[in-house]
């Protein structure tokens, strides 16, 4: 007996996690170094791991390659001619700091876990302890099933994540991870989701909407064998640990799935040495098997992601073919949104593509059997870290299990919420939902509506609305103006509203689909404001003050380094610092100022334009300014060119238009005269530039002042808003309906008959 037996010491010492860590002969690394080759063959890479080199890539390939090499395989790369650059020197100190418990933490095995990597199943702190536990504290929503047997007879664990009290046609989605065993920062994924989906329960609306709606099956290790194997053995062991029919051991359990197996050679091996082994035949494997048969016994799956590591990457079908599979479009559109959501967070990049034409050939692999079979949107992370700088790879440092989390675990919601897997009838929206729902007018909507995975109902699609949080949503249908297409209106309200809308449909499977989701907790939700109230688009001329070379016209392209803009932002014209170049040297601070605006009334006022700007800005050298004022004498800057992060050698150099928003509230809110002006100057005496160009400028309030009785929010108090007042009119303790806040002239929370009269005195002629 060679390999000490875990549930043996677990009886005989409390310090058996420490024991098992180190078997006795585990595969030492000591001496081995990690090389970076370039150019190298397929058959120089079969030769190497013939002779017992380890390749450490996720999806070994010809090429570039990291590989473990002892100092007698190092003598053999000089042999072959292999161009080689050593990465580090001592494979084994790594590993074994890597194994050194962790010194933060509580001491709670619970609230540590994500501090360390975990065996799979023995006890106390392990990761199949640490689901179990999870699902102890959330019974209604977590479950462990067994999904199957290892080769060595271990149990595969999955935990499924659905609320059974829910009822419905419910989409699924597995993910899985480490099905290459050394890939160790794969297992700490599903955990990870699985604690922050659960814990979000009732705390977050779109989770529990997802948690109520949807059946997830989350495999921690789908290789149990290999994983324990790298913990007692060796820490770089890749494949299951099947017993080949040369004596050799294991299988490639992402090569042996029955989708185009082994197909031309390329992309897995037939040899039963290679770490990329297909197996005998398709799913050959039992730890292969227990994956497909999740998929086959439940159906309604509909996305996957098998995890791996390492190099960043999200990839998609086909794996076998450089061919795009059909729905490419589909793939690259969740791929780049998933990669855009990984960068948000630690600023990690992500490279996503096609398997086959983003990294090498695979097949055989989990992705084109779902897809091909299933139909299934699946994909493959390699997770952290972006390369195997010195030779890290496989052995990320334990520091960055919780940050690799943060980043995944967006992605993993957003899959989850698409609208591929969520939606059996799809609602999109063909018309943007306003910032803000300006007061008095009505605001038209447009939708599509596509049946996807259910049949929509025909005379289903519908609009919910409500101007009061607290009353019933009003239902209208939606019309339908084409095959897919429908529009609808959202009545014109006043100040005192607080619109809440969305859209819904019903799918012929029974389901009841919204926009957006879920809906009556999380409506569209566009403040009622005023909005745009005051604007220049420069097509003619604004008729402003202007100094110096300020002109307001055609911008001509001169000028040096960005160059001047050849049209404005919207149309032909711009206001700009000399149309036709540069601004000067020793320019003092000259201005283009605008003609008094009325803000009366306006709140939160902000002011937006348009800049295409080229100035000289570090240390002050040149500069340029925006200044507001409520009486043309006094000035605040809001901008200065100083102030701004110079893009270029202390230059600021726009080579597109560019939106600005400046809050001006302190200045502008409910002023009568409110003056706005951009200054070119003072300029030094060398490295002149283009200067600036303006259009579109737009003063924005953002803010909404009831009128007492102005009930249509046309800003007058008349006739026209009798009928509303008809309609609010509850009497006395009859409380205070949608929208009708204008009319409680006495605040006093319902509209009665003393407020009727108060509305008969203003609108009375
Ligand atoms: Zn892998």
Not at 522 to 550: E, L, R
Request: charged share 20%.
């Amino acid at each position: 007996m060679k390999r000490w037996s875990c549930r043996a010491l677990r009886v005989l010492a409390l310090g058996c996690v420490v024991w098992c860590t180190r078997a006795a002969d585990a595969k030492d690394y000591t001496g081995y170094r990690v090389v970076h080759l370039t150019d190298v063959t397929r058959a120089q890479l079969d030769a190497l791991e013939a002779g017992g080199a380890v390749v450490l890539d996720c999806v070994p390939h010809p090429g570039d390659a990291d590989v473990v090499v002892s100092p007698q395989q190092l003598a053999t790369l000089r042999d072959l001619g292999i161009t080689y650059q050593v990465e580090q020197e001592n494979l084994q100190a790594l590993i074994d700091a890597e194994r050194a418990p962790s010194t933060r933490g509580t001491g709670d095995p619970f609230d540590d876990f994500f501090l360390d990597y975990h065996r799979y199943d023995n006890g106390t702190g392990s990761i199949i302890w640490f689901m179990n536990e999870l699902a102890s504290r959330y019974p209604n929503l977590a479950t462990m099933i067994d999904i199957g047997t290892s080769i060595d007879g271990r149990t595969i664990w999955a935990m499924r994540i659905a609320n059974d009290a829910v009822a419905g046609n419910k989409p699924g989605a597995l993910y899985f991870s480490c099905v290459h065993a050394r890939e160790w920062i794969t297992t700490t994924i599903p955990p990870y989701f699985a604690k922050h989906v659960l814990e979000s329960y009732g705390n977050d609306v779109v989770i529990t909407d997802m948690v109520d709606h949807t059946e997830i099956f989350l495999v921690p290790v789908s290789n149990p064998d290999g994983y324990e194997f790298c913990w007692t053995d060796d820490r770089l062991w890749r494949k299951n640990r099947a017993i080949n029919s040369n004596g050799t051991i294991g299988v490639d359990i992402n090569r042996n799935w029955s989708e185009a197996w082994g197909i031309d050679d390329d992309g897995s091996s037939g040899s039963p040495s290679s770490a990329t082994y297909r197996g005998p035949a398709p799913f050959s494997e039992p730890e292969t098997r227990a994956l497909r048969d999740v998929v086959l016994n439940h159906p309604n799956i509909r996305t996957m992601l098998d995890i791996h590591s390492f190099s960043q990457l999200i990839l998609w079908p086909w794996g076998y073919t450089d061919a795009l599979c059909p729905d490419d479009p589909l793939f690259r559109e969740h791929g780049y949104a998933m990669r855009d959501l990984i960068y948000a967070v630690h600023e990690e990049d992500y490279t996503a593509g096609p398997t086959y034409t983003t990294i090498y050939a695979v097949n055989g692999d989990s992705l084109d059997w779902g897809y091909a079979q299933h139909g299934i949107l699946g994909f493959s992370f390699e997770v952290r870290p972006k390369e195997g700088a010195f030779g890290t790879g496989f052995l990320l440092d334990k520091s960055e299990i919780i940050p690799n989390n943060e980043e995944i675990l967006p992605a993993m919601l957003y899959l989850t919420n698409t609208d591929f897997v969520r939606s059996p009838v799809i609602i999109e929206l063909d018309s943007e939902i306003p910032e803000v729902i300006t007061p008095g007018q009505a605001v038209p909507l447009a939708v599509s509506v596509t049946s996807q995975y259910e049949n929509l109902v025909p005379g289903t699609p519908r609009m919910y609305y409500r101007y009061d949080p607290a009353g019933p949503f009003n239902e209208v249908p939606l019309t339908p103006v084409s095959t897919n297409g429908y529009t609808a209106e959202l009545p014109a309200t006043n100040c005192s509203s607080t619109p809440e809308f969305y859209f819904a449909a019903d799918g012929d499977g029974g389901s009841v689909v919204t926009l957006p989701r879920p809906a009556e907790l999380a409506p569209f939700d566009p403040p009622v404001a005023v909005g745009v109230f005051y604007a220049a688009n420069m097509d003619s001329d604004p008729g402003w003050t202007a100094q110096g070379q300020w002109a307001w016209g055609v911008p001509t392209g001169g000028g040096t380094f960005n160059h001047d803009p050849t049209s404005g932002h919207t149309g032909a014209n711009v206001y700009g610092y000399n149309l036709s170049g540069n601004y000067a040297d020793n320019l003092p601070a000259t201005y283009l100022t605008t003609a008094p605006i009325d803000c009366t009334g306006e709140f939160g006022v902000e002011l937006r334009f348009w800049r295409w700007l080229g100035v000289e800005s570090s240390f002050g050298f040149d500069d340029a300014t925006v200044e507001v004022s409520n009486d043309g004498l006094n000035w605040t800057v809001v901008y200065s060119a100083a102030d701004e992060h110079a893009t270029d050698n202390g230059f600021v150099v726009d080579t597109e238009w560019v939106h600005q928003t400046f809050d001006i509230s302190a200045v502008a809110d409910d002023q009568p005269t409110v003056y706005l002006r951009w200054g070119m100057g003072p300029t030094d005496g060398s490295n002149a530039l283009p200067g600036w160009n303006i259009d579109d400028v737009v003063l924005f309030s953002k803010g909404c002042v009831a009128i007492a009785g102005d009930y249509n929010g046309d800003s007058v108090v008349s006739a026209g808003d009798l009928y509303g007042l008809n309609d609010c009119l509850t009497g006395p303790a009859g409380g205070l309906l949608p929208t009708c806040g204008v009319f409680d002239f006495d605040a006093d929370g319902n509209v009665d008959l003393t407020d009727f009269a108060a509305f008969q005195e203003l609108a009375a002629p």
